[in-house]
T-cell receptor, first 121, second 115 residues
C-alpha cells in the first residue's frame, strides 16, 4: 500500500513553545492531505484539509492561528501547533490522497501516517 | 450531513469465533464506505472499502463487509477471530462532494479476542 510517514513520532514540549509535525507521502503525489486529532479512546476528529499550493480549509471550531498548516509540495504537509498548552496534548494523525507517479492511486482512499504523540508539559 | 454509528463501543469474542462489528451510516448521496483498523499508538490501516459494484467486499486479513443500502449498513465480519485481530476498528463514510473525499469516522469499536 501507499506509504505516508510522520515526523516526529513523539514529542514532548514545554507550554508556550511551538511544535512542527511533518507528513510526507513517500511513493505518490498527495494532492490533498488531511490532519486529524485523536483523544484517548476516541475517534478521529478532522481538523483541516489542505490542497497543494493553496490555503487549508479548517473545520468548524479549529483555530487557524493555533494550528498552522502548510502544504507546500505534493509530498509534504506540515502542522505547526503554536504556543502549545497542555490541552493541546493529543495524538495527531495525517492522511493523504492523490495520484501516484509510479503506482497510480485512487483518490477515493486516504492513506494514513503512523501518528504523532504530542505531550505539552 | 453524513454520519456513522457503530453499535457497541467494545466487543469481545473468543479466538476462532465469528467477528461481527456493526456499522450504520446516513448519507444523502451514494456513499463510499470504509473500514479501518488501528493498533495502539499507530495510524489507521485500510481493511476494505466499498465504492460501487459488488456489495460484498473482501479485505485484508480475512475480513469482509457487505453494503446493504436498504438497511444503511456496512457491517464488518470475519469467520474466525485471531488474537492479532485485537484492535480498534473504525467505520467511515465519504462525502464525495469534491475532487477529494472528506471522510467522516464513526466512534470506533474496540475488539478484544479471548484465548
Amino acid at each position: 500500500g501507499a506509504v505516508v510517514s510522520q515526523h516526529p513520532s513523539r514529542v514532548i514540549c514545554k507550554s508556550g513553545t511551538s511544535v512542527k509535525i511533518e507528513c510526507r507521502s513517500l511513493d505518490f503525489q498527495a494532492t490533498t492531505m488531511f490532519w486529524y486529532r485523536q483523544f484517548p479512546k476516541q475517534s478521529l476528529m478532522l481538523m483541516a484539509t489542505s490542497n497543494e499550493g493553496s490555503k487549508a480549509t479548517y473545520e468548524q471550531g479549529v483555530e487557524k492561528d493555533k494550528f498552522l498548516i502548510n502544504h507546500a509540495s505534493l509530498t509534504l504537509s506540515t502542522l505547526t501547533v503554536t504556543s502549545a498548552h497542555p490541552e493541546d496534548s493529543s495524538f495527531y494523525i495525517c492522511s493523504a490522497t492523490g495520484q501516484g507517479i509510479l503506482r497510480p492511486r485512487s483518490t477515493d482512499t486516504q492513506y494514513f501516517g503512523p501518528g504523532t504523540r504530542l505531550t505539552v508539559l | 450531513a453524513q454520519s456513522v454509528t457503530q453499535l457497541g463501543s467494545h466487543v469481545s469474542v473468543s479466538e476462532g469465533a465469528l467477528v461481527l462489528l456493526r456499522c450504520n451510516y446516513s448519507s444523502s448521496v451514494p456513499p463510499y464506505l470504509f473500514w479501518y483498523v488501528q493498533y495502539p499508538n499507530q495510524g489507521l490501516q485500510l481493511l476494505l472499502k466499498y465504492t460501487t459494484g459488488a456489495t460484498l467486499v473482501k479485505g485484508i486479513n480475512g475480513f469482509e463487509a457487505e453494503f446493504k443500502k436498504s438497511e444503511t449498513s456496512f457491517h464488518l465480519t470475519k469467520p474466525s477471530a485471531h488474537m492479532s485481530d485485537a484492535a480498534e476498528y473504525f467505520c467511515a463514510v465519504s462525502e464525495r462532494k469534491t475532487s477529494y473525499d472528506k471522510v467522516i469516522f464513526g466512534p470506533g469499536t474496540s475488539l478484544s479476542v479471548i484465548p
